[in-house]
């Protein structure tokens, strides 16, 4: 069983930046895969970018790729993502989640995840 709890969230202009934190508890952090899904109102979840548990590969959306960065700090059992150059559609919620998947194929689908923080709010102001 693992707890993700996002923190990072808030309000920012357009063209700033933000860093998500996604603090885990309990065991076997390092032998997941990570994720960030995002949820705008009135709309589906979805994929903004994942790490594998090794930290060799990364996936990202083409909406945030050059704009977000995803790492991973298995010692601090903890996932980030920086944020910069935000755009008012990147307002959503945004959640963390765990997964025992590894290919990108699965990674993109929240329903391969196996474990959801509550999510944190991210709002970007034009």
């Known amino acids: 069983q693992v707890q993700l709890v996002e923190s990072g969230g808030g309000l920012v202009q357009a063209g700033g930046s933000l860093r998500l934190s996604c603090a885990a508890s309990?065991?076997?952090?390092?032998?997941?895969?990570m994720g960030w899904f995002r949820q705008a109102p009135g709309k589906e979840r979805d994929f903004v970018t994942a790490i594998t548990w090794s930290g060799d590969n990364t996936y990202y959306s083409d909406s945030v790729k050059g704009r977000f960065t995803i790492s991973k700090d298995n010692a601090k059992n903890t996932v980030y993502l920086q944020m910069n150059s935000l755009k008012p559609e990147d307002t959503a919620v945004y959640y963390c989640?765990?997964?025992?998947?590894?290919?990108?194929?699965?990674?993109?689908?929240?329903?391969?995840?196996?474990?959801w923080g509550q999510g944190t709010q991210v709002t970007v102001s034009s």
């Open positions: 309990g065991r076997a952090f390092s032998t997941y895969t």
């Open positions: 989640a765990a997964s025992t998947r590894v290919l990108k194929l699965d990674l993109i689908r929240s329903s391969r995840y196996d474990f």
